[in-house]
């Protein structure tokens, strides 16, 4: 029988992509020998309804740029091609019926691994896919949460700290202050080109 694939999945807004997601989606790929790691742009994002999201279409050109130099890297549009607001488990159900020889890894940062118990259909969600749940700067990962986990599907990885969030990018670029060397350079360039977030936006 041929080997299973082994497939991260690292799903964010994106808005926009910077090197936290990046450095994340890379160690993690090594960490685990990883064959490739997807990136799923969400669609309509139901817990960020508090603020205005770019429209699914930039974010998906940010992480196609953010991407295309590595040779593992792949960029999805399972979440932004279907309708309504993102759910993880139909993320991992859509790619897993798309990648049915494949073992999927989810990827995702301390703060929202916390929200994992939040989500619907945990035990469904643990069938699916092993976790992964990266460190970030000014996320701790409480001791009682860590004691919840089903070690067998999540597994915990210490990565370089990169304090980075969209959020910050967003508000930089709003006081017209740079955002080189946080996010990828193709990546600055479609912000300014597309005036993305412009001075006077909510974040
Ligand atoms: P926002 O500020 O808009 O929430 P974000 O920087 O948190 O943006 P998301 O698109 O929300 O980015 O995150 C996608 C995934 O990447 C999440 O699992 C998040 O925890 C993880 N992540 C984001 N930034 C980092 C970072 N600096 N280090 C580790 N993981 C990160
Ligand atoms: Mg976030």
Redesign the pocket.
């Known amino acids: 029988m041929a080997e299973r694939r082994r497939v991260g999945v ?6 926009p ?5 990046l ?2 989606a890379s160690e993690v790929q090594a960490w685990f020998d990883l064959d490739e790691v997807i990136f799923v742009p ?1 669609g309509d994002p139901w817990q ?1 309804s508090d603020r205005e999201v770019s429209p699914a279409e930039h974010r998906y050109l940010m992480t196609v740029i953010a991407t295309a130099a590595n040779p593992r890297f792949t960029v999805s549009r399972v979440d932004i091609d279907r309708d309504g607001p993102t759910y993880t488990i139909d993320t991992l159900r859509d790619l897993g019926e798309q990648l049915p020889d494949a073992d999927l890894y989810f ?7 916390a929200n994992i118990f939040t989500w619907r259909n945990v035990e469904e969600l643990f069938k699916l896919a092993n976790f992964v749940g ?4 000014g ?1 701790e990962m409480e001791a009682k949460m860590l004691a919840d986990i089903p070690t067998e599907r999540v597994t915990i990885v210490e ?1 370089p ?10 508000k930089r670029t709003k006081r017209g202050e740079p955002v080189w060397y946080l996010v990828p350079d193709g990546v600055v360039q479609y912000i300014a080109k597309h005036q993305l977030y412009p001075s006077g936006a909510s974040s």
């Open positions: 690292m799903g964010g807004t994106f808005d992509i910077h090197h936290g997601h450095v994340a969400t960020k990827i995702t940062g301390a703060d929202a691994l990266c460190t970030r700067p996320y990565i700290a990169l304090a980075i969030s969209s959020t910050d990018c967003r």
